[in-house]
């Protein structure tokens, strides 16, 4: 008997094709936040809800997994002094995000992630669920979609023949944006996307803007669970 690897979703040849990969897995997630959205406001009982993130992380991470070989941006590694600049880059991101919380640079009212189960307690597993999903799924989740594909996708349809560096200023404003936006706190979340992209950009590796995401989601992580800060979630 022969172990068999799992085999890897494969796709037609073409820059449409190259996109689904690191679009889909992002789409999906946003999908899920919308519905958890919609259907609390049809009034769906909180603690069902708060089984939507499991879900959606091991779907995320299942499509990630079945695409795994088609992220050919993957394979290139950055040097140990971009990794450190990564890192610190990444922690001061998250230093920033934690204050830069006006309530003029915030879009909308977050309700925040719901800690407490049935029985009025903190639901541990749950929250080290949703701080792996955070600090280990969502980076290169993100960073696909809004790096790797968007920014160049913007400079070039042929994204994948774009090396990061070349991609224009008109597209990394509009990436950033964009990015910041997706989250309620909106400024944040443009400092953030800025961050990130100069690594990328820099060292034209997704490498980088990964670990300082995962940093900055990390740390924040665990501020959040030390202070008990859910509205950040």
């Known amino acids: 008997m022969t172990n068999q690897q799992p085999p ?4 037609p040849v073409g820059s449409n094709a190259a996109a689904l990969p690191r679009v889909l897995p992002f789409a999906t ?15 769906a009982h909180p603690q069902l809800l708060r089984w939507l993130y499991p879900i959606k992380i091991l779907l995320v991470a299942a499509m990630l997994f079945a695409w795994r ?6 394979r290139a590694m950055p040097a140990r002094r971009d990794l450190l600049l990564a890192a610190g880059v990444g922690a001061a991101v998250f230093a920033l995000w934690i204050v830069l919380d ?23 597993l749950l929250v080290l669920v949703r701080a792996a999903g955070a600090a280990l799924l969502v980076p290169p989740m993100e960073e696909l979609f809004w790096r790797s594909f968007l920014l160049r996708w913007l400079h070039e349809r042929d994204f994948l023949s774009l090396r ?3 991609a224009g200023w008109r597209a990394a404003t509009v990436s950033v944006v ?25 060292s034209e590796t997704l490498w980088t803007p990964i670990l300082g995401h ?9 501020w959040v669970i030390a202070t008990g800060s859910w509205t950040y979630w």
Do not use: C, S
């Open 102 to 124: 006006a309530e003029w640079m915030q879009a909308g009212t977050p309700t925040g992630f719901d800690a407490v189960g049935q029985d009025a307690r903190i639901d541990w």
């Open 69 to 74: 070989k088609h992220y050919e941006e993957l």
């Open 164 to 166: 990061p560096a070349r």
């Open 29 to 43: 997630f946003i999908a899920f936040i919308i519905v958890a959205d919609v259907a609390q406001r049809l009034g």
């Open 214 to 222: 995962a940093v900055t989601n990390g740390l924040l992580a665990a």
């Open 8 to 11: 890897a979703l494969t796709l």
């Open 178 to 202: 964009l990015f910041g936006v997706e989250h309620n706190l909106w400024l944040a979340g443009i400092v953030a996307g800025i961050a990130y992209t100069l690594l990328y950009m820099r």
